[in-house]
């Protein structure tokens, strides 16, 4: 098929962007920001291998390029932009948007990292999830320096450590001032993970307040849009800490009458602290504790009772509660005619081949008025609205070229295939550096996944049978060559080493996981614009 023909282009478009817009919930339409984000943290001594774990769906409007931004070393007295505007950029060599917000002193060398719209894993094997809870309205000051972005790409570039990078983005905050809304991030090493939430101080001080909460390393988090931390005791340094003012701003706005057990999420968002992505990954985790779904508050963390594998933590990315009591498809049903055994015509019921997890409320009701009462919805892990995602490994028992190691996809977790990149990698192919936001374009990667995963939920029935057999082959081919694109990975660093003990720097090691990660990414993006095309043939007559 010739891709570059105008008017394919202009029907594709077209349609293309009526499944985003017709597919997309009313509730997400008007409230992305409460429901935009997952992440899923593991402890080291909860996963199989001892990988400590940290996560990020992406769920929002937001731009799909992505680079790695090399390490830097800076002269003396220089001063570092801190920029609001990233999300929304076009490419990696675009800034329309951005806006220099102001300045803070520059240190003399920074590590390269991983640049996605939240910036995600630095070379030192740091790494960053991220969710939007929102919090309190009237804590929200505009007049501070720092977006949650920004905190996080200046961590990265900084520090080796969660505690170092909770620290430092807390002393960023008392000195410049956080100007976003409620967030929550996931800060992991190959040691530990950390929980963070951070709002502002209100409209009277430019400053901020925070709580972060170590995940014990036998245990599993999840963070879901929504304040988690409770209690704290902050004479416990090794699992809680927060800023100098928590309490006191807490009482001083009237969140908190100083009596009663502090809360954070109590105080400071005031909403239950949790919802169904929570209840759902830790009562599959630990369905002895027999979670009540009613209850008031879950535990922060539960211990997991079968070690939890890589694999599985992928899984639950593509979750949307099919087959359980939440599953949106299992009241979507059409009249068919059949005949029984006596060849007599009969009508019976079955669930439409068109039905798919993410249809619009005025579809559901359109394909069978489904009566008010069985519509509650419940928002899963695998959304329609994601931009990427990520799961990222780190391991202490490899260096950290090779122990950084993130399975990265675009656009639906459920549709789309995980791509290891490691955090020795040197640069990404062209196509990821072009965002496909605002336009459909061969040239970013982000469209091959969109497209043939929208075309596949026309009839979703079918699609599903066609799209996941591959994401399930790509992921199995990662899985089964990983162990010896690692092993070789650690030959040639020793190679590497050995050469730079003789004079002759090289980066043996660095270029070969480059090269494997650039090629399965090539081939999952050749791949996804092929189903594509099979797709569109397909359910040519279906739209």
């Known amino acids: 098929m010739k891709r570059n023909n105008f008017k394919q282009k202009g029907v594709l478009i077209f349609l293309i962007s009526t499944f985003l817009i017709y597919n997309l919930p009313a509730q997400e339409e008007n409230n992305l920001l409460k429901e935009s984000c997952t992440s899923i943290m593991v402890g080291k001594d909860a996963s199989t291998d001892g990988s400590v774990m940290t996560s990020h769906t992406c769920d929002a409007y937001y731009r799909t390029w992505l680079e790695f931004v090399p390490a830097k070393e800076y002269e003396s007295g220089t001063k570092h932009p801190v920029n609001w505007g990233t999300m929304h950029t076009s490419s990696a060599w675009s800034d329309e948007n951005v806006e220099k917000k102001g300045e803070i002193p520059e240190v003399e060398k920074t590590y390269a990292y991983l640049n996605t719209a939240y910036p995600c894993l630095n070379e030192k094997q740091l790494a ?113 800490m927060a800023s100098e003012n928590v309490f006191d701003v807490a009482k001083e706005l009237g969140f908190w009458d100083g009596e009663k057990p502090f809360k954070f999420w109590e105080a400071y968002s005031g909403r239950k602290p949790f919802s169904s992505r929570e209840y759902f990954v830790f009562n599959n985790l630990a369905p002895s504790l027999n979670l009540d779904y009613e209850a008031k508050e879950l535990p922060f963390s539960v211990k997991p009772e079968n070690k939890v594998d890589i694999r599985e933590i992928l899984k639950f990315f593509r979750t949307t509660y099919e087959g359980t009591e939440w599953d949106m498809t299992k009241n979507l049903k059409i009249a068919v005619k059949r005949k029984n055994e006596n060849d007599s015509v009969f009508t019976d019921t079955i669930i439409s081949p068109s039905a798919h997890p993410w249809m619009s409320w005025d579809k559901r009701q359109m394909l069978n008025a489904i009566k008010p009462d069985l519509v509650s919805r419940h928002r899963p892990i695998a959304v329609q609205y994601c931009a990427y995602s990520f799961v990222v490994q780190l391991r202490d028992w490899l260096p950290d070229e090779i122990g950084g190691r993130l399975w990265f996809g675009f656009d639906v977790p459920r549709e789309s295939p995980r791509i290891p990149i490691y955090a020795a990698n040197l640069n990404l192919p062209k196509s990821f550096y072009v965002c496909g936001q605002d336009h459909f374009s061969h040239e970013s990667a982000m469209w091959a996944f969109r497209r043939a995963n929208r075309l596949a939920t026309v009839k979703w029935g079918e699609g599903k049978k066609i799209i996941e057999p591959v994401v399930a082959e790509f992921e199995n081919k990662a899985f089964d060559e990983i162990d010896f694109i690692e092993n070789k990975a650690m030959e040639l660093l020793q ?49």
């Open 128 to 240: 960053i999830g991220e969710t939007t809870f929102g919090g309190r309205r009237e804590l929200r000051n505009k007049e501070g320096l720092f977006l949650i972005e920004e905190l996080e790409r200046v961590a990265l570039q900084r520090c080796t450590t969660a505690r170092e990078a909770i620290k430092l983005m807390g002393k960023l905050i008392k000195d410049y001032g956080y100007a976003d809304g409620g967030e929550c991030i996931t800060i992991a090493d190959p040691n530990e993970v950390w929980h963070m939430e951070i709002l502002g101080e209100g409209s009277e001080n430019i400053g901020g307040v925070w709580a972060a909460q170590r995940i014990p390393d036998d245990h599993v988090g999840i963070a879901a849009n929504i304040c988690r931390i409770g209690e704290m005791d902050l004479k416990n340094p090794d699992y809680y």
């Open 495 to 543: 190679k590497d080493k050995e050469n730079a003990a003789a004079g002759n720097e090289t980066m043996l090691c660095r270029e070969f996981l480059t090269k494997y990660s650039n090629n399965f990414a090539r081939a999952a993006v050749n791949r996804w614009w092929e189903l594509g095309d099979e797709l569109w043939v397909k359910f040519r007559w279906s739209f």
